[in-house]
């Protein structure tokens, strides 16, 4: 019996995805569990693997197309056995696998945090078309309203044929001179508005013909599932989330001094300053729940646990894989778990558990050399911590000066859910576990 190969929904926000490369050829021998071809996510490069037995009989994918979660990739059956009608019906998209579960205890946050549906962008107007000449005069009367149910908006009458043309082909329907009855817009009023306005294209094009680009002058890059994902995701955010920001500058003498008596300790107790401000941060959380919060919409879910999100750069865009529990582990633990993920992330080899179920994200741009910045928020979640660059600076001490090492962050929060006192509040526990880093040890 044939055995559908679908494209399956391999991450939890996973839509649509891109086949890489088949693994397996057409009259291979397959085993269910058989990896049959890489597929980029939106975050990743994952497997996917065979459900059943028999002979991969047709590909009908090419390599690098991109396919909607439950679309009919392959057919594997028995040689004897014939498939045309499944490969006729091929571009019916079929009910989306289920994803691979989140953990246990993230399921809820992982399902809070896939991205709501984003609406199409309406088509753009074309130039407003001549009335048309060869049509009917409209009646006489005003051109009314159109009634409820009439499907407009309360705007323009038209028929439902009209508006659909309309939407094909970019016509505005305000520009639409309606000749039916009561001005009504019909099928043959948006055939001769679309006439007119391929015939006053040439003449547009001779007032102001502009040079044409060369090969050479562009380069389109085609978007990845990674890149269509972060485009989606901050649309979500920017806009919709009222968000302010907390700035704040801390001393790192005591930071700096204690990483390198850890040094000297050996490589099992070596971290870098970032790790050591992501263990202050997940701490800080620990004791500020309604900054490690999410936004649902009708609720603000307060976690009791502290999974910290750190934003990671790789050649496809960013990705925030997640460090569950880190503020009960060990700073040396933390940065043996965030090297690990990094190296996953850049090498798109991380599972959807390791980058779901964030509470709360940090972004850090220090070793770039960039001082001070904001971050977008990650929704669900109700704030994010953008860190700069560490640099000496002159400060004044006593009757005179010295110099400190000191690093400004930046506090990006919610309003809906975290007001201005209680990012402060953060902000102030943060600078004490910074200033006082043993804190964190006892």
């Not at 990674?226 to 968000?243: D, V």
């Not at 070596?270 to 620990?286: E, H, R, Y």
């Not at 925030?320 to 529990?325: A, C, R, S, W, Y």
């Not at 009960?328 to 990094?342: G, N, P, T, V, W």
């Amino acid at each position: 019996m044939a055995t559908k190969v679908f494209m399956e929904a391999l991450s939890p926000t996973m839509e649509e995805g891109r086949l890489v490369k088949w693994l397996k050829n057409e009259g291979d021998a397959i085993k269910s569990g058989d990896v049959l071809a890489e597929v980029e996510t939106d975050k990743a490069i994952m497997e996917l693997v065979a459900r059943g037995d028999g002979m991969l009989r047709k590909r009908l994918v090419g390599d690098g197309e991109s396919r909607p979660v439950g679309q009919l990739v392959g057919v594997i059956a028995p040689a004897d056995e014939n498939i045309d009608a499944l490969v006729a019906g091929a571009g019916a998209p079929a009910p989306a696998a289920a994803a691979p579960p989140a953990p246990a205890a993230d399921a809820q946050q992982a399902a809070a945090a896939a991205p709501a549906a984003v609406p199409a962008a309406p088509a753009s107007p074309v130039a407003a078309a001549a009335p048309p000449t060869n049509a009917p005069p409209a009646a006489p009367q005003p051109t009314p309203a159109a009634p409820a149910g009439d499907g407009n908006g309360g705007h323009l009458r038209s028929s439902p044929l009209a508006r659909r043309l309309a939407s094909e082909r970019g016509l505005d329907l305000a520009q639409v001179h309606g000749s039916g009855p009561g001005g009504r817009i019909i099928k043959r009023d948006i055939e001769s508005a679309q006439t007119a306005a391929a015939a006053a294209a040439p003449a547009r094009a001779a007032v102001a013909a502009p040079r044409a680009a060369s090969a050479g002058d562009f380069e389109d890059i085609p978007l990845t599932q990674i890149r269509k994902t972060i485009a989606k995701r901050l649309a979500e955010s920017i806009g919709p989330i009222p968000t302010f920001y907390l700035t704040a500058e801390f001393d790192l003498s005591r930071v700096v001094e204690m990483r390198a008596a850890m040094v000297e300790m050996g490589d099992e107790f070596k971290v870098s300053i970032n790790d050591v401000l992501m263990k202050a941060v997940a701490t800080a959380l620990a004791q500020h729940p309604e900054v490690n919060a999410h936004w649902l919409g009708d609720r603000i879910r307060q976690h009791h646990r502290v999974h910290l999100g750190m934003a990671v750069a790789t050649p496809d865009g960013l990705i925030v894989p997640v460090i569950f529990d880190a503020d009960q582990k060990r700073m040396s633990d933390i940065s043996h778990e965030a090297r690990e993920l990094a190296k996953k992330a850049r090498e798109r080899k991380l599972k959807p558990e390791e980058y779901t179920g964030s509470t709360f994200s940090i972004s850090n741009l220090g070793m770039f050399g960039i001082d001070q910045f904001t971050a977008i928020i990650n929704p669900p979640e109700t704030a994010i911590l953008a860190i700069g660059t560490a640099q000496d600076v002159v400060v004044p001490h006593g009757d005179g000066f010295v110099t400190q090492k000191r690093l400004r962050v930046t506090l990006s929060c919610d309003h809906r859910a975290v007001d201005g006192a209680v990012g402060a509040a953060f902000l102030q526990t943060l600078r004490r576990l910074i200033e006082n880093p043993l804190m964190m040890v006892f």
